[in-house]
């Protein structure tokens, strides 16, 4: 037993990296012990595709960091029913208005149709749900008034909306690596904007068209700016600044910047007198990189795109896909492949199989809630290195494709007791959410949900072909084992990971 009296898990500092400053530092919450998070949400115009899940996936190893280093953490994750148009630049259509016209469904339809696919999405991945979901429509009279503050000394009115003049705030697109017209104007044919780079913070809804989302404002009917959503819903529901801010690596460049702008305008209007240069609305944004696959970026607007749906279908335990995102740090790249996600299920279905074993050891003991007392007061002497490392990853930046392999050291680490592994890979997956102490073979079979054979199905016939093969009747063994290959079941004698069959995937 190891009574040594310091915290473990207080052992390493806490680092991240800060978009702001393109460096890695470290981070301690502005109020003690509690940090506050906004996590910009899906626009549920569509399925969210595994690229849109891997930035969630990234955002709860942070909350789930921010909960192993002792903080308790307020986490807002924002719906986006209204605003976000179909070109990054203020062009196009509003991404909702468009998919409600091409299936002719109301837009609040869409909207909640697809609210729910993302939040089973969120709930398949052992994503902790939010503090709160806060719904972009719910906030418009908030928005209204949050613009109307701003308007005087940093927007103009066009025909099209009221924009926001990117040179009334000091640095504008610091963030992004500092202006770029350039970029701007390429992307931008709005006539009539000052700079390129200036954005809508209030669309007008062009004359003669009705709207299923329009709201009346000083500058006439139309819709808030998307930009504008996230600003008034995290200062809303978190006030500012707060501690963290994140997104995927494109609200980088244009979205991020353009919710600062708006921040360092309310800042200098309506805050708490504190300088607007410098203030962002957050002190730390994080950015998780992209999920490609062979046509490059995966995208929404590609079409194409796979959904985690569609993974469940062809047979895959959702949180084979977690673990994909995991082998890799939030900041790299991911190439998604069918090769990849199965190799992480092969991965899952060890770690489970090794994690089988200690139980059926340890049977009877309480390893199934490790508090942290608990473990500090009983954990092996073997094992404190491994928590240390575990620690030492997950707290520089959220490291975890260094942390993941200490599970498997710690499934095989020799001479200590099964119960004493299991309180450490408990407290490791407290962070790493793959759900290891409950998640059974079984449900990491391979099972497509258009399979011509039910598991049950398959194991009667298994246990007529033993009941023959025991009976030498080789020929009706064999005659069971073909039968079951045409139905899509491989028979799989002497698998060295001891399952009897699996199905193949279509
Ligand atoms: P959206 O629903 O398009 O607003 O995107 C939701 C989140 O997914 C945002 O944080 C995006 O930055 C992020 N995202 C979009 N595409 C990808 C991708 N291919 N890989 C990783 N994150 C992405
Ligand atoms: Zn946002």
Redesign the pocket.
Known sequence: MNTASRDPHAAAPLRLFNSLTRSIAPFAPIEDDHARVY??????YNY??L??L???VFTDTLRRTLLWKGMDVTHIINI?DVG?LTSDADAGDDKMEAAARASAKSIWDIAAHYTEAFKSNIADLNILPPSEWTVATDYVPQMIAFAQKIAPDHCYELDSGLYFDSTTVPDYGALAGGRDDAAHARIDPVSGKRNPSDFAIWRKSPANEQRQMEWDSPWGKGAPGWHLECSVMSQARLGQPFDIH??????REIHHPNEIAQNQAFQACCGDGGAAAGFTGARWWM??????DRGG????SKGGFTTLFSLIDAGLHPLAYRLLCLGAHYRSELEFSAEGVAAALTRLKRLVMGIDALKARAEGVTWQSPRLDYLRANLHPKLVPLLEQFDAAISDDLMTPRALPLLEEAIAIKKVPADEKLCLIAAFDAALGLNLLTLSRADLRLTPKDAQVTPDEIEADLERRKTARAEKDFSLSDDIRDSLNARGVDVMDGDPLGWDWRLTLA
């Open positions: 996590s910009c949400g899906p626009t549920v969210a595709h690229g849109n891997r930035a969630y986006t976000h994140t997104g995927g690596i494109d609200h950015h998780n990189n992209f999920l490609v970026k995966m995208s929404k």
